[in-house]
C-alpha cells in the first residue's frame, strides 16, 4: 500500500483522472493497438495519444512492443500491463496498491 501523500501519489492519481489515460488504458487492454488505432479508438489526436502514452509509459502502466507488418515494415504497438487499481479510505488514511500484469504474472511463477 502507498499512503496518500507519499512519493508519485499525487502523480499516480493525475495519470488515473485523465480521460484519455484510462480510454487509452482500457482499449490497450484489449489487445495491443498502434498510437493510430488508439487515436480512432480514443478519439483523440495523434499528439494527444503519444503523450499520454509516454505518461502511462513512465508509470510503468503500458508497454510497447515492436511489429512487422504484411508489407515488412515495422510499427509500435501499445499494450496495458495495468491489471489492478485499488484505492482504500480506512482510519483516517487514503492508500493505494497498483499491481501490473508483470507483478502478477511473478507471483504466479514464484508459487511454482
Not at 8 to 14: C, D, H, R, Y
Not at 36 to 64: F, P, W
Not at 83 to 104: A, M, P
Request: proline letters at 2%; charged letters at 25%; one cysteine or more.
Amino acid at each position: 500500500m502507498h499512503p496518500e501523500g507519499s512519493a508519485g501519489s499525487s502523480e499516480i492519481f493525475q495519470v488515473m483522472a485523465d480521460d484519455y489515460a484510462r480510454r487509452i488504458l482500457v482499449a490497450a487492454d484489449r489487445n495491443p493497438m498502434t498510437a493510430k488505432d488508439l487515436s480512432e479508438a480514443c478519439n483523440a489526436s495523434l499528439t494527444t495519444v503519444y503523450r499520454r502514452v509516454s505518461m502511462l509509459q513512465n508509470h510503468g502502466l503500458i508497454e510497447e512492443h515492436q511489429t512487422v507488418g504484411s508489407d515488412g515494415s515495422h510499427r509500435s504497438v501499445f499494450e496495458s500491463k495495468l491489471e489492478e487499481f485499488h484505492v482504500e479510505l480506512s482510519e483516517g488514511k487514503l492508500e493505494w496498491t497498483l499491481e501490473t500484469r508483470d507483478e502478477l504474472a511473478d507471483s504466479f511463477t514464484g508459487l511454482w
